[in-house]
């Protein structure tokens, strides 16, 4: 098969599987195999496969065509322009996410210590650490099989952190500047109508929030002054439907300066706080 047989081949198999996007899909899945560029496709369509491309090829698609998301198979995602590797026990790194590390680093200065709950991949702890290389962070997770990856991505972006196991503060010891998280926000019956690839692929503890979405910003909002600097702040990544309520979370814990910060679809997406220290515990805005 050519290169360009291949494409159309795989966009057809990928759309009868109902995968969205069938087109993309099947030229990066053949990129992942083949290591062609785009430049190569478009000046010699007619390339033959080797055999051993081809039959590479077709299991992806067949993979892909069982709606395992694109990037377990290449077993990358780009996150503020670095590459992160990943797996089924990670949350893939979503882009919206990105406004979350870019608050993050608005913030971070050289010499302050910042805590990641929730980590997965290390997405948002290793962005902040390569955008603010003399910042001291550390990252924690529940789950031993994210950390892993997390200490993969650590190790290929060559940072200096610490990752603990730890159901979010219950292993952390110290006090930071910045507490940051983008934790499991999907509220527990909404998980059944999600997108095939995230439903069946993603891991669930990465994803519900249990009841009503709000668990985890009720234990952060709750635990985190503990862990707090007078004066430091708490970033949350949320649903586009939970800005009023995690706000809310964290004016009742004592913090100021709530605010609410909206992503590029201007939809809501992270919520950000002071906490005052010590005189402003209980205290209202
Ligand atoms: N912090 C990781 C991310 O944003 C994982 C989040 C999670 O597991 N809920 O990708």
Not at 137 to 147: F, N, P, V
Request: net charge negative; aromatic share 8%.
């Amino acid at each position: 098969m050519t290169l360009l047989e291949a494409c159309q081949y795989g966009e057809k198999q990928l759309e009868a599987a109902g995968v969205p996007e069938a087109k993309l899909n099947a030229w990066l899945l053949l990129e992942h195999v083949s290591g062609c560029t785009r430049s190569h496709y478009y000046a010699y369509p007619k390339e033959m496969l080797s055999e051993e491309v081809q039959k590479n090829y077709l299991e992806v698609l067949k993979l892909r065509g069982r709606r395992i998301p694109l990037q377990y198979i290449t077993g990358v995602q780009e996150f503020m322009g670095h590459s992160f590797l990943v797996n089924d026990q990670v949350l893939i790194p979503r882009q919206d996410t990105e406004l979350l590390v870019e608050e993050g680093l608005k913030y971070l200065r050289p010499g302050m210590h910042f805590l990641d709950l929730c980590t997965g991949s290390g997405c948002i702890l290793l962005s902040l650490l390569l955008g603010c290389p003399e910042a001291i962070g550390i990252g924690s997770d529940i789950s031993l099989e994210a950390l892993k990856t997390a200490e993969q991505n650590r190790e290929r972006m060559d940072t200096k952190t610490v990752l603990v196991e730890s159901d979010l503060f219950d292993k952390i010891e110290g006090i930071f500047d910045l507490i940051i998280s983008n934790p499991p926000y999907i509220p527990s019956q909404e998980i059944l109508g999600l997108m095939d690839e995230v439903r069946n692929y993603e891991p669930v503890c990465a994803l519900d929030g249990h009841e009503d979405g709000l668990y985890f910003y009720r234990r952060i909002a709750k635990e985190s002054p503990s862990y707090l600097k007078a004066g430091g702040r708490l970033y949350l990544e949320i649903g586009y439907d939970q800005g009023a309520g995690v706000s809310q979370l964290l004016k009742e814990q004592g913090f100021c300066d709530v605010e609410v910060k909206k992503d590029l679809a201007g939809l809501d997406r992270v919520v950000k706080g002071t906490y005052p220290g010590y005189c402003g515990i209980g205290m209202e805005e």
